[in-house]
Antibody, heavy 121, light 111 residues
């Protein structure tokens, strides 16, 4: 069973860069796509972006100018950087596996437990 | 405002059947993109419940079922149990936004 675990600072100052890492265990990071999703307090879910094991990536256009996702296959990890954060970026951040189940379909089939990040001075 | 619209809340008594709707548009559900459903128990991460409109991952009880028609989809839960009390989210892809999108979530209360 694949397991994912987020790690990183729980408090980030406004205008700084939020950095999180997701460690994958119980399976290889290769051959799959990996994603970040966030959930603002009391609100719904927002897809942030994904990266493949080979390093190709795509991001939500609403965040694209501030997001970078990278992968380290030697450590079975992938990471998120979100720059110029504001209070609006305060949320629970989840990492998830993005599984390609058919010719055009993708699902988030395994999720980490999530990590709360607060943006505040 | 979410791209996919869900009722904020639904409720039902134990043993009853409830449905949760998910309404989209011609750039997402209506464009033929599959709809998936996730269950989020209090304080937990979302869990995949239904994928590709009607399919249940291994381990999901057959009390949960999904359907899709036109620009909408629905999740049905029969034989309601107290452990079903959770938030439920639909998800699809939107070609106008070039992004995977989620509904705003529906809180299910078991009376």
């Amino acid at each position: 069973q694949v397991q994912l675990q987020e790690s990183g600072p729980g408090l980030v100052k406004p205008s700084e860069t939020l950095s999180l890492t997701c460690t994958v265990s119980g399976g290889s990071i290769s051959s799959y796509y990996w994603s970040w999703i966030r959930q603002s307090p009391g609100k719904g879910l927002e897809w942030i972006g994904y990266i493949s094991y080979s390093g190709s990536s795509d991001y939500n256009p609403s965040l694209k100018s501030r997001v970078a996702i990278s992968v380290d296959t030697s450590k079975n990890q992938f990471s998120l950087k979100l720059s110029s954060v504001t209070a609006a970026d305060t949320a629970v951040y989840y990492c998830a596996r993005l599984h390609h189940y058919d010719s055009s379909g993708y699902i988030f089939d395994f999720w980490g437990q999530g990590t709360m990040v607060t943006v505040s001075s | 405002q979410s791209v996919l619209t869900q009722p904020p809340s639904v409720s039902g008594a134990p043993g009853q059947r409830v449905t949760i709707s998910c309404t989209g548009s011609s750039s997402n559900i209506g464009a033929g993109y599959d709809v998936h459903w996730y269950q989020q128990l209090p304080g937990k991460a979302p869990k995949l419940l239904i994928y590709a409109n009607t399919n249940r991952p291994s381990g999901v009880p057959d009390r949960f079922s999904g359907s899709k028609s036109g620009t909408s989809a629905s999740l049905a839960i029969t034989g309601l149990q107290g452990e079903d009390e959770a938030d439920y989210y639909c998800q699809s892809y939107d070609s106008s936004l070039s992004a995977w999108v989620f509904g705003g979530g529906t809180k299910l209360t078991v009376l």
